[in-house]
């Protein structure tokens, strides 16, 4: 098998900060240096850090198809893994490279482009950075419409359904996964959905897209979180609403790997 990391397997004891089981219990997020938690829809920095050093080495690209605050490239560079982010917003973009600059690393490339995902064309891209793939793509998606993070249409927090979401998804991955090495790695991190009195599992709604287009699934990975930003200093009204009520309060996402097959 190719090697896709650089990890020694005989060195396997050095490597304790390297989760390998399915359920990360991540209790603080990692704020240090250029990570910013001000951007509403970011996530902690652990993820990309993991994934990264699990399926890319060091030199290899890295795809990130929303990017927001570009904490996944700041762990790339971080990591000595070039990258490329696209955003959809120009003044997310914006506030995403200024943060990326503050650790810019000489030995590694970091590129943003600003556009649609679903439509963008990476050829140029590509060719204007000498590659011919990109070794591994981070999804994190809106989680449908729970926050809506501009007024632009093929913005997929403003999807009208749950169809429309899973669709402009799918156009997504459709895009972007064309232009990932056979036999590498993509992950998606996703979260569920409640609301009027029902649980949509968007989790696995989009797992099974990757499913559908011929990806092998090598993870189903259980992360906890804490209090969110909406829910901040109200732990004991959800507690009681809960209680009065019939459904359980949300302490987990999905982070979901998967395999490019040849």
């Known amino acids: 098998m190719a090697k896709y990391n650089d990890l020694d397997p005989k060195c396997w004891k050095e490597y304790e900060d390297i989760y390998t089981d399915s359920l990360w219990l991540i209790h603080r997020r990692d704020n240090s240096g250029a990570h910013s938690a001000s951007y509403h829809g970011n996530f902690i920095p652990q993820i990309p850090n993991q994934l990264l050093r699990r399926y ?26 070039n990258a490329v982010g696209i955003e959809l917003q120009e003044p997310v973009a914006s506030e995403a490279k200024e943060h990326i600059l503050q ?16 439509t963008i064309d990476l050829t140029p891209i590509k060719e204007r950075l000498g590659i011919s793939s990109f070794q591994f793509i ?7 419409d729970i926050i809506p993070f501009s007024d632009d249409p093929n913005d997929l927090s403003n999807s ?10 799918g156009e997504v991955i459709d895009n972007t996964c064309a232009h990932l090495e ?18 949509t599992p968007l989790g696995f709604l989009c797992m099974n897209l990757f499913l559908e287009r011929g990806f092998l699934l090598k993870s189903i990975i259980v992360k906890n979180f804490e209090e969110t930003k909406a829910k901040s200093n109200q732990r004991s009204l959800w507690r009681y609403r809960a209680l009065a009520s019939d459904f359980y309060l949300f302490k987990h996402e999905y982070i979901m790997v998967f395999k490019k097959r040849k």
């Open 56 to 81: 890319t080495k060091a030199g290899d690209w890295v795809l990130d198809p929303f990017m927001g605050s570009g904490t996944t490239l700041i762990e790339a560079q971080r990591l000595k893994r």
């Open 103 to 118: 650790e810019k690393k000489e030995a590694v490339t970091t590129k943003i482009w600003v556009g649609n995902s679903k």
């Open 138 to 144: 981070l999804f994190h998606p809106p989680y449908w």
């Open 182 to 199: 056979k036999n590498r790695y993509c992950a998606l991190v996703m979260g569920d959905k409640y609301a009027k009195g029902e649980l």
């Open 160 to 169: 009208k359904t749950k169809e429309a979401f899973l669709d402009g998804l």
